[in-house]
């Protein structure tokens, strides 16, 4: 490490939980970050200053002007020409350390790239915005092995969750203890935001993102330089409005599909919610065993887009140039675009996961 190297990551050579060793590893290691919103600018920011050494982000959509309260890598220039979110993160990050190698993907990761595009990396990054994609972060993980950080902002609350691969409970393990009412491994339900709830129906504190985004860059800093233990891997949740700060354990299933069944549906393209095209200029998305109240729905999507209506059987808005036909089931229908991408997009925007 020569001398230039020694100055630029001074302060963090000095920390004991680092080092020179430590930092040599940072500059070798390579992570990959899916998902490039509030807590994906902010985890990509923190780690290309800390100094890790490869950076792939991986992101579908462009930056808009509502981005630029809490996405930190982007400026007003970025949402006038309507730059891709990988493209304009790129840049920016290449200008803040360019020993750093940074590659910005524009694409929308699926079962059919997610393995190539993972592969070869040393840490996975969430800064997705649905559960769709994390599930198959998730099988991906697993099944090869690299370690990965869930991380969610809506409102206020925040989570974060460090999971290893073979050393502590998967995604799977996690949604599972959820479901079955587990205090142990869920975050306290009066704290936690609806599935249904997203940014665009209920809000985000960009320094809620920022808290998440920190603790987030931190846990990955460790798994980096070697320094992070099984009793490192908690779920923490945080509302920095109420002040309410949660760090549980979440224990292995022993019946885990994924991490013990190395079942892995997601990946293979069998759990995927099935889109079709529908007519001309639309797509149908057909989510199954969920319910929406679309009465609650309907109020919650009044603040944010436009010409809402609901009656007992679906309920449509527009979000120019997007009409959305909402059904109790789940079901939607995104008129306005061919793209499945496109109306995924949309989906997890207004509807949740």
Known sequence: ??????????????????????????????AVLVGCGALGTAVANLLVRAGVGTLRIIDRDFV?????????????????DALPKAVAAERRLRAINGSVQVEGVVADITSRNAEELIA???????????????????????????????????????VTLTI??????CFACFLGAIAQGNSNGAPDSQNAP??????????????????????????????????HTQEDARLVSYDVWSGRYQSVRV???????VCVGREFRHLEGQAQPHVTMCGRDSVQIHEHSRSLDLAV????????????????????FRVPPHEVTVFA???????????????RSLYARYLGS
């Open 120 to 158: 070869a990396h040393d840490i996975i990054l969430d800064g997705t915005d649905n559960f769709e994609t994390r599930f198959l972060l998730n099988d991906v993980a697993v099944r090869l092995g690299i370690p990965w950080i869930y991380a969610a902002v809506v409102g206020s609350y925040g």
């Open 194 to 227: 609806r599935a249904d709830e997203t940014c665009d129906t209920i809000g985000v504190l960009n320094s809620a993102a920022g808290v998440i985004a920190s603790i987030e860059a931190a846990e990955a800093t460790k798994l980096l330089v070697g320094r």
């Open 297 to 316: 729905l309907s109020r919650r999507l009044a603040a944010v887009a436009a010409d809402v209506r609901q009656n007992d059987f679906l309920l449509r």
């Open 164 to 169: 290893r691969p073979g050393a502590t409970a």
């Open 64 to 80: 808009e002007s509502s981005n630029l309260q809490r996405q930190t890598l982007f400026d007003e220039s970025d949402a006038r």
């Open 251 to 257: 224990e292995r299933n022993p019946a885990c599909r």
């Open 1 to 30: 490490m020569d001398s230039a190297f020694q100055n630029r990551y001074s302060r963090q050579i000095l920390f004991a939980g680092i080092g020179e060793e430590g930092q040599r590893r940072l500059l070798a290691s390579k």
């Open 329 to 343: 089931d789940g079901r939607a229908i995104i008129k306005g675009t061919r793209d499945p991408a496109v109306a």
